[in-house]
Nanobody, 123 residues
Framework: QVQLVESGGGLVQAGGSLTLSCTVS????????MGWFRQAPGKGREFVSG????????AYVDSVKGRFTISRDNAKNTVYLQMNSLKPEDTARYFC????????????????WGQGTQVTVSS
């Protein structure tokens, strides 16, 4: 059974930091491309960041470049999203997702999803 479990969300003031984690089981994590997505109330799910199987390729949506850093530890089957200088517009539910194949920003390209973790940034 494939499971992706996110953690690390919470309430933080603008300018603060959070680190999200996503631990994967039931998949060959070491060969998976991983992605972080987010969904704010009333909005669609958007790509935030992605990382290739060996960490050699990363990608970010323009709005988080320079503030967020994605990384992974294949020995722990875990992908991370370090979020610094958080803004109220970063408030959303954050989801991790896994796929085989090349990195993608398309939500439809990812077959396995976690339940998400809520991030709320107060002004």
């Amino acid at each position: 059974q494939v499971q992706l479990v996110e953690s690390g969300g919470g309430l933080v003031q603008a300018g603060g930091s959070l680190t999200l984690s996503c631990t994967v089981s039931g998949r060959t994590f070491a060969t998976d491309t991983m992605g972080w997505f987010r969904q704010a109330p009333g909005k669609g799910r958007e790509f935030v960041s992605g990382i290739s199987w060996n960490g050699g390729r990363t990608a970010y949506v323009d709005s988080v470049k320079g503030r967020f850093t994605i990384s992974r530890d294949n020995a722990k089957n875990t992908v991370y999203l370090q979020m610094n200088s958080l803004k109220p517009e970063d408030t959303a539910r954050y989801f991790c997702a896994a796929r085989t194949g090349v990195p993608s920003r398309d939500t439809n390209a990812f077959r396995s999803w976690g339940q998400g973790t809520q991030v709320t940034v107060s002004s």
